[in-house]
């Protein structure tokens, strides 16, 4: 009984490192453009934002602010509170709803980490994530022109927490924050990669996600529900499963039905 555990665990030990070797570097550059990004262009990026307000450009400004909300560094609960800042300030709901959409589906992180896919599910993922926040902010305009949409009475932007007078030191716990919210997820996906390698056999997933593309497309979405936790706990799962040969149309899928999912849920 112990010889054959300790046989487990050696094969989930040796699946668990390869997988660490792969991906690891991709985490640790995602979080610190993404602090980076957090730290020292947060604000011009809003700003950006802020300053589409009265412009006519109509459905430009929905591309526009979809496109910086991709850039925007806040993660789902960061997003509310500034969107309640622009909202007080005038901002029409369509560009609201298209930056917050986009701006919860995507970020500079996750776009890094996401590379540790390949570029072609690395293009998906952007031009999705964008073509999202487009969709959302097209809905509102069509459907509730003249009408107010959003209601953020109670969400009240807080002070950042990227207050050191010293930049380094500022860089750094942001980044300290940066590790302690994604370690975890980090972990969780790569030992549930680890799992997947050593019990569930490649041809079950080839034939689960890499047959018929629509029923590919249709269950990736399905299993996306219950084991989304963040846009970057899934990555190792996605890399082994799309090694096994899962389609990137089925990858997709899984990314935008479980983290839209996620957003609803939370």
Not at 39 to 65: E, P, Q, T
Request: charge should be positive.
């Amino acid at each position: 009984m112990l010889d054959a555990l300790h046989r487990e665990f050696v094969y989930i030990w040796y699946y668990f490192t390869v997988q660490l070797e792969q991906i690891f570097g991709y985490w640790v550059l995602g979080m610190v453009i993404g602090s980076a990004v957090s730290v020292f262009a947060k604000d011009s990026i809003h700003n950006a934002f802020r300053a589409l307000r009265g412009k006519r450009i109509g459905i430009l400004g929905i591309a526009a602010a979809s496109a910086l909300g991709i850039a925007s560094p806040l993660c789902m609960y960061g997003t509310i509170p500034i969107a309640s800042s622009f909202s007080r300030g005038g901002m029409e709901d369509s560009w609201l709803a298209a930056f917050m959409m986009s701006s919860i589906l995507l970020n500079p992180q996750l776009i890094v980490y996401s590379a540790a896919l390949g570029g072609t599910v690395l293009t998906v993922r952007i031009v999705s994530c964008f073509l999202c926040g487009i969709a959302a902010g097209l809905l509102i305009r069509f459907f509730y022109r003249g009408r107010q949409f959003f209601d953020f009475h109670g969400f009240a932007e807080k002070p950042g927490r990227d207050t050191d007078p010293n930049l380094l030191l500022r860089f750094l716990k942001n980044l300290g924050r940066n590790v302690k919210a994604t370690g975890p997820y980090f972990l969780i996906g790569i030992v549930l990669s680890a799992l997947f390698q050593r019990y569930v056999p490649a041809d079950a997933m080839t034939a689960l996600f890499g047959g018929n593309e629509a029923f590919g497309v249709l269950m990736a979405a399905t299993v996306g529900v219950p084991l989304y936790a963040c846009g970057g706990g899934t990555i190792p799962l996605l890399q082994q499963w799309l090694l096994d040969g899962m389609s990137v149309g089925s990858a997709a899928s899984f990314m935008i039905t479980g983290l839209l999912v996620n957003c609803i849920l939370s």
